[in-house]
């Protein structure tokens, strides 16, 4: 399907001075910790090239061919570090794609990327909402580690002219791979502060080009801008031209980029409500508006992919899909339970598929227990450094279990579902225990009242209806104990962590309007 051409005149990207060099905190106490570590990291990257010019004992396997793949290292064929390419859909749900079980929606794109990759089945995003979840994303930190688990007024997320947002001297993974000497660039939604000292261009890409926060906080008063770097460029923004003018950026900078390693973070406005298909996609799905952009978001993918193979770099980039967190109605989480905004598996178990011919078994899948927090000591790894070791990353390298390693398993004790501040539940292996609560949260309105403590086997009963607490108080026993490590560290509602780090603050927010230089 060809996409019609954006009708709009769009400004070339602007060079940002300010963006030109490594951000300050990297370069003096953020990576002096990460640079120390990275001797380990890079000790193995050196291993594995020494490694590399060996005759290899085990035969590569071919790029669409099942088997375990090529353990992934930072030496692809070219011999430079492998290009990464990041999509984040927002809420779309576990069973919004073919290769999760769709079948309302066309996803030829996402079905071949499936076929020629690796789904991940219990891949987690650390919250049920944007601003958090996207926190772990960047950082590899649960949302209570780098406080943004809720927002100035203890909302679930932010808002426009927030004064709150990351703390720009968090590590982000376009920090860390900048450092390396990737191109970096950030396409769509941020939600991690609006005020130009938070935006992406403050967090270690080279450019940006989006919308900084959901597409449903349109307001009168200060219209949903489209930014440029820091600049607004339009506003309010023509939403359905969005995925089609994010899929051009994006391939722009592919192309540009080919002699180099990058990272895209490739983040839709799609399927947020409200829906906001591209015109050549209105009404073409069997499920309304939801569907159509479920198929945009596929074509996209798809020039994605003919991109890469066209500049002859396929086989060098890694691309991951998955989502922020689980779906509302009209998207679909089954077989799971609940929706976006609960710490039921809904609201947080997402879609992902990973794809790297060569380096990932094709028509793979993984059940252990992954996670937005893993992708930045992932990608560390495979650019030859380390995260940073001046402070705790709650991620850990998925490279074994991506790359088909036998036997690999989740680098995780426990994985746990914190509503804003507060610690609902834990997981461990195929447990799932809901902690009790005097006050059950949720992101909006009251709570729900006092719960009862629950406890799931996922293996066995993956929509949480069977409380098996009481044939199992020793694993109850064990969680509970997880729970409380994580309350020290983390903190519960009021109680602090001690492995809390604080937010970045601004004293004067302003909205980010048209015509208002930064
Ligand atoms: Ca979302």
Same mark, same amino acid.
């Given at each position: 399907m060809i996409h019609p051409q954006d009708p709009m005149t769009?400004?070339?990207?602007?060079?940002?001075?300010?963006?030109?060099? %490594?951000?300050?905190? !990297?370069?003096?106490?953020?990576?002096?910790?990460?640079? !120390?570590?990275?001797?380990?990291?890079?000790?193995?990257?050196?291993?594995?090239?020494?490694?590399?010019?060996?005759?290899?004992?085990?035969?590569?396997?071919?790029?669409?061919?099942?088997?375990?793949?090529k353990p992934p290292t930072s030496e692809p064929a070219g011999g430079k570090l492998p290009s990464i390419v990041v999509v984040l859909v927002d809420d779309l749900g576990y069973a919004d794609l073919g290769p999760f079980g769709s079948t309302k929606h066309r996803t030829p794109a996402i079905d071949q990327m499936a076929r020629e990759g690796m789904r991940l089945t219990d891949f987690y995003s650390t919250s049920s909402v944007c601003t958090p979840s996207r926190s772990s994303l960047m950082t590899g930190c649960y949302p209570r580690r780098v406080n943004m688990h809720v927002d100035e007024k203890n909302l679930c997320v932010l808002f426009p002219a927030s004064r709150k947002g990351l703390h720009p001297d968090e590590i982000t993974i376009a920090d860390l791979l900048k450092a390396k000497g990737y191109a970096t660039a950030c396409f769509g939604k941020w939600h991690l502060g609006d005020h130009p000292d938070?935006?992406?261009?403050?967090?270690?890409?080279?450019?940006?080009?989006?919308?900084?926060?959901? %597409?449903?906080?349109h307001r009168r008063e200060v219209p949903l801008p489209l930014l440029r770097n820091a600049t607004v460029i339009e506003a309010p923004v023509r939403q359905d031209t969005?995925?089609?003018?994010?899929? @051009?950026?994006?391939?722009?900078?592919?192309?540009?980029?080919?002699? @180099?390693?990058?990272?895209?973070?490739?983040?839709?406005?799609?399927?947020h409500v409200p829906l906001f298909p591209g015109a050549d996609f209105k009404g073409k799905s069997q499920d309304g508006a939801y569907g159509d952009w479920v198929e945009e978001l596929d074509w996209s993918m798809g020039e994605l992919f003919k991109t890469l193979q066209a500049e002859g770099i396929d086989r060098d980039t890694l691309v991951l899909l998955t989502s922020d967190n689980?779906?509302?109605?009209?998207?679909? %989480?089954?077989?799971? @339970?609940?929706?976006k905004g609960r710490t039921d598996e809904g609201g947080m178990r997402v879609p992902c598929v990973a794809r790297w011919p060569g380096r990932i078994p094709a028509g793979s899948s993984s059940a252990e227990i992954t996670s937005t927090l893993d992708?930045?000591?992932?990608?560390?790894?495979?650019?030859?450094?380390?995260?940073?070791?001046?402070?705790?990353?709650?991620? @850990?390298?998925?490279?074994?279990?991506?790359?088909?390693q036998p036997g690999a398993k989740s680098p995780h004790e426990a994985f746990y579902y914190y509503q804003m501040d507060q610690l609902q539940a834990v997981r461990s292996g195929p447990w799932k225990l809901f902690v009790p609560m005097e006050a059950?949260?949720?992101?909006?309105?009251?709570?729900?009242?006092?719960?009862? !403590?629950?406890?799931? %086997?996922?293996?066995?009963?993956?929509?949480?209806?069977?409380?098996?607490?009481?044939?199992?108080?020793?694993?109850?026993?064990?969680?509970?104990?997880?729970?409380?490590?994580?309350r020290e560290d983390l903190g519960d509602m009021d109680r602090t962590g001690k492995g809390q780090r604080p937010a970045g603050w601004v004293d004067k927010p302003a909205p980010r309007l048209l015509g208002r230089p930064e």
């Open positions: 769009l400004p070339p990207a602007q060079d940002d001075p300010k963006t030109s060099v %490594n951000r300050r905190d !990297l370069l003096t106490h953020g990576l002096r910790g990460a640079c !120390l570590a990275g001797l380990a990291g890079l000790g193995g990257v050196l291993a594995a090239r020494s490694a590399a010019e060996k005759p290899d004992p085990a035969p590569r396997a071919p790029a669409g061919s099942p088997g375990p793949g938070f935006l992406p261009t403050r967090q270690g890409f080279d450019e940006y080009f989006g919308i900084p926060y959901s %597409n449903d906080m969005l995925t089609a003018r994010y899929t @051009r950026e994006a391939v722009r900078f592919i192309k540009a980029n080919r002699d @180099r390693p990058f990272f895209v973070y490739f983040s839709h406005a799609a399927v689980g779906s509302q109605k009209p998207g679909s %989480n089954a077989p799971l @339970r609940g929706d992708l930045l000591p992932t990608f560390a790894k495979l650019a030859g450094t380390s995260p940073p070791t001046d402070r705790i990353i709650d991620g @850990r390298d998925i490279g074994p279990i991506l790359s088909g059950k949260k949720r992101n909006w309105g009251k709570p729900e009242g006092k719960t009862e !403590l629950k406890l799931f %086997n996922l293996a066995e009963d993956i929509h949480e209806d069977r409380n098996v607490a009481d044939a199992h108080p020793e694993v109850v026993k064990r969680l509970l104990a997880l729970a409380e490590k994580a």
